[in-house]
Every structure is written in C-alpha cells, then in structure tokens.
C-alpha cells in the first residue's frame, strides 16, 4: 500500500512557480491544510471591492427605486466573470416616516453611463481589476430595464422609519441604521457579459448612505 506524507512547513511559507508541482502542506500535529475559495482568491489577487462614501460624507440615495437607475455597478465584458461575495451599507440622516428601500440586482447585459470606479483590489498592491464599475447619486447609474424573465434579485431590504431622528440614534450605538448581506445571500456568478447593481432609495429626505460591494474577478475560461 502507498503511503503519501505531506510536508510541514511551518517557519518559511511555500510559493512554488505557476504550474509547478508540489508537496501538500500538514501542521506539526498531521492536520492537512487546505485554503477554501475565498481565501484562495483573496491570496491570488482576485477579489476586489467597489465603495460609494468617504469618511463622513456619505452619498445621497434616490428619491424611489427607479427601473434603470442605480447608485453603484460592476460589470464584466465577455471573457471575465464575476461573482459577488459580499454586499454591506449604512445609512444616516434618517428622518421621521421614511421607507428605505435597497436592492442588489443582476442583469446579463453592461451598465451604460454614471460615473466611473476604478474597483479597489482587496489585496494591497494587487493588479488592476479587468472588470469595470461605477458609482454615482441619485440613481445615476444607468443600467439595463429591469425583466422577472432576465433580472436576478440578489438581496432586497426594505424598511418603514417611524422615529424621529434624535430617538433613532438615541437607541443606536453607532447613530446608524445598518444591513448587509453575507455570501450566503448573493449566490449569482455573471459569465460576462453580466452587471451586478444596487439601488438605494428613500422617499423623503434623501438619507445619505456608505456601502461597499465585493466580489471575485476571474477569466471565464477557468469556470
């Protein structure tokens, strides 16, 4: 019978040359490493994020969820696929009798104007994304006209404001209404061409909002 050992490899981490073989990897107790998916794409430079708001100054959402409008997009041309990961925001300036409305949505074809987003690499100093993005107020993201036949819905949250706004920080520690969706909730993988989107609306006040979506860039010949 063939007995197979795997190295321990402790004190100098492995980096063996693309497409070379090497010896599996144990800890000093026998235990086999393995690395799940994300952790290998994050290590190889294939994550990215893109992200509307800085510091305090957060983005203004649209006044309703409007059918071609979003606040934010990524999108993939045909040979690059991407598969988000993880969608989070957070809203301020919530005002008395205010409906929240957030959306993540996705569509086979581009995103068509808004302002450009140079997607962030999640791994510092890693290479720019193939993948493009935008973010903008206002709904000012055009994207293609929302089909039950064609459009996937990622994540939806809706909610109803009834306090006023000095009651609602009061019983938030942060002062912020917060959501965000996990891996869990956003099961989609966009062979390009594909767009995934957010819409972000309220109706009445225009909260401002900080949200961040990531996700994995990866050429559609490794699917």
Known sequence: MTQQYAYVNDDTLQAAADGSAVGLQASTRGELRQVDFFTHMLLNGRFYQVRAGTIATGVAMDSTLTDAAAEMSVDAAAGTTIIPIRFGIAFDEI??????RVAVKAVGV?????????????LQGGTAATSTARVANNGGVT???ELATTTRRLFQYNSVYTQTPATDLANSASGFATVAA???DLRYVGKGAACVYVQAAATTAFPLYFAELDYIEIPTTNL
Request: aromatic share 4%.
């Open 143 to 145: 994207v293609t006209a």
């Open 110 to 122: 581009v995103s068509s104007a808004g302002t450009a987003f140079t997607p962030l690499p999640l």
């Open 95 to 100: 005002a008395t009798a205010l409906t929240v």
């Open 182 to 184: 996990a891996a869990a």
